[in-house]
T-cell receptor
């Protein structure tokens, strides 16, 4: 069975600071992929970043980076230089065996001015 | 450049009514899926399809039917609406699932069952 756990229901960060959103996963498959999505208050789902289980380096996309620790089964999202527009719900998701994408319950990030 | 289009955006139904949520994509994606999102929760997979003519159940399939007669369309049918099906429904598509291929999401359908 696949499981994604996001233990932080809510996080607060000051504008221009960095913030880490936690994600741990559970799978017995050696091949898997991890995704992060952003959902602003308007409701749409926006893809942010992807990490494959065999990728040698941590993924980065602009201000987003993924701190991938395979032995700990964690894939934390790091947002650098937070902006007010980063306030949103953030979801971690995993695709392991089969054709299913499993989502965590999300973390609500609030960026304070 | 439409991407994934869901209709309607909002719908109110009475218990026992049936309806179809429409989903269409113009990116020639093989993989399509339907999720529901309940307040304070992540997305849960209802049904998915890996290509035309092929569908399978996800995590919460009861009360829903799907079909995939074309690559572009993947409608979700509620057979007999129940208040427990009040939710936001998202359709998503990708060329394949995984291997760095992100899913493209529609804007969602907000469904209320009275």
């Amino acid at each position: 069975a696949q499981k994604i756990t996001q233990t932080q229901p809510g996080m607060f960060v000051q504008e221009k600071e960095a913030v880490t959103l936690d994600c741990t996963y559970d799978t017995s498959d050696p091949s898997y992929g991890l995704f992060w999505y952003k959902q602003p208050s308007s409701g749409e789902m926006i893809f942010l970043i992807y990490q494959g289980s065999y990728d040698q380096q941590n993924a980065t996309e602009g201000r987003y980076s993924l701190n991938f620790q395979k032995a700990r089964k964690s894939a934390n999202l790091v947002i650098s230089a937070s902006q007010l527009g980063d306030s949103a719900m953030y979801f971690c998701a995993m695709k392991a065996s089969g054709s299913r994408l499993t989502f965590g319950e999300g973390t609500q990030l609030t960026v304070n001015p | 450049n439409a991407g994934v289009t869901q209709t309607p955006k909002f719908q109110v139904l009475k218990t026992g009514q049936s309806m179809t949520l429409q989903c269409a994509q113009d990116m020639n994606h093989e993989y399509m899926s339907w999720y529901r999102q309940d307040p304070g929760m992540g997305l849960r997979l209802i049904h998915y399809s890996v290509g035309a003519g092929i569908t399978d159940q996800g995590e919460v399939p009861n009360g829903y039917n799907v079909s995939r007669s074309t690559t572009e369309d993947f409608p979700l049918r509620l057979l007999s609406a129940a208040p427990s099906q009040t939710s936001v429904y998202f359709c998503a598509s990708s060329y394949r699932l995984g291997s760095g291929q992100p899913q493209h999401f529609g804007d969602g359908t907000r469904l209320s069952i009275l």
